[in-house]
């Protein structure tokens, strides 16, 4: 398969400040690429350099190789549901639908397979005023399917849900490229709820795009290792002795460092073994893959770990 998005050197100045400063995205087709990154960190300002809605001071992108600057061409490949989506709450879910149907030049039966689609089917009728939060944002995404995109780009589409409501959407966005064959491209903060549906990630971090690739290939086989012991401080400087870094908590646990960590787990029983000759009492190891979170949010960000 070929690239839904392709980016190269792609910058936006406003004044001094870059909110975009040269990235080079490369969205699989079929993907769930998750584009994740603090409040502020560009994600937005590209989403609107991709859709055509901003032009870039650098760079150039494309969709399914077409340039973005060819804006009507670039835009038939794209549905996209930008921060919080605006509907006509006089009207019907399927009276909204037919609206974007009509100037789009879709066929109408596009209005019942996108209400079906996003699971909406049976509250096609009802007026959308009396739609939850939860149920907007799905009419959102219905409308951004109208035409058939190859290409659904949804900028925080979990914002303002409850449990239940990030989890339906959760779960819309997943099954999207198996049912319809489309790439989709979603903004967020919140790197937990997208590390359970995204295939891919790009992390962004003051403009920049500081890592991207499958899930797999972000953490880089990067190991999280935490030693409990009833005697900590000795444990942090046999560590050290070892030519290993560590930090404890203040109670029972030691954790290492990325790189520690990283050369630690390799050879656990060897580590072990050295504690326990040393008459360091170990209560418990624990050996984990982080969370997009730890790499990525809990401070420092270390990028060179």
């Known amino acids: 398969m070929g690239l839904a998005i392709e980016t190269a050197g792609l910058a936006r100045r406003f004044g001094a400040i870059a909110a975009v400063d040269g990235i080079d995205l490369a969205v699989p087709e079929?993907?769930?690429y998750g584009f994740l990154g603090r409040n502020g960190s560009g994600k937005t300002t590209t989403i609107r350099l991709l859709l055509g809605l901003l032009r870039p001071s650098a760079g150039a992108a494309r969709l399914f190789g077409i340039d973005v600057a060819r804006r009507r061409e670039a835009a038939r490949q794209v549905g996209a549901m930008v921060e919080i989506p605006f509907h006509y709450d006089h009207l019907t879910a399927q009276e909204n639908l037919a609206i974007t149907a009509r100037l789009l030049g879709a066929p109408t039966a596009e209005i019942g397979r996108a209400i079906d689609l996003v699971g909406l089917a049976g509250c096609e009728s009802r007026r959308v005023g009396g739609f939850s939060l939860g149920m907007?944002?799905?009419?959102?995404?219905?409308?951004?399917?109208?035409?058939?995109?190859?290409?659904?780009?949804?900028?925080?589409?979990?914002?303002?849900?409850?449990?239940?409501?990030?989890?339906?959407?959760?779960?819309?966005?997943?099954?999207?490229?198996?049912?319809?064959?489309?790439t989709v491209f979603v903004s967020s903060h919140l790197l937990s709820e997208i590390e359970q549906t995204a295939t891919h990630v790009g992390v962004m971090e003051r403009g920049r795009l500081v890592s991207q690739g499958t899930l797999g290939e972000v953490k880089g086989g990067r190991q999280r290792v935490?030693?409990?012991?009833?005697?900590?401080?000795?444990?942090?400087?046999?560590?050290?002795?070892?030519?290993?870094?560590?930090?404890?908590?203040?109670?029972?646990?030691v954790t290492l460092d990325r790189r520690s960590a990283a050369a630690a787990a390799k050879d656990m029983p060897a580590l072990n073994v050295l504690m326990v000759e040393r008459g360091i009492p170990v209560l418990a190891i624990e050996v984990a893959e982080?969370?997009?979170?730890?790499?990525?949010?809990?401070?420092?960000?270390?990028?060179?770990a």
């Open 136 to 182: 907007r944002q799905r009419l959102g995404v219905a409308r951004a399917l109208i035409g058939r995109p190859r290409l659904l780009v949804l900028d925080e589409p979990t914002n303002g849900l409850d449990p239940e409501g990030i989890r339906d959407m959760r779960a819309l966005v997943a099954e999207l490229p198996e049912r319809e064959g489309v």
């Open 30 to 32: 079929r993907a769930v």
């Open 290 to 304: 982080p969370s997009l979170e730890e790499l990525f949010v809990a401070p420092p960000i270390d990028l060179a």
């Open 226 to 253: 935490a030693i409990r012991t009833r005697e900590p401080d000795r444990l942090v400087a046999l560590l050290a002795g070892a030519g290993l870094v560590a930090a404890s908590d203040g109670h029972e646990t």
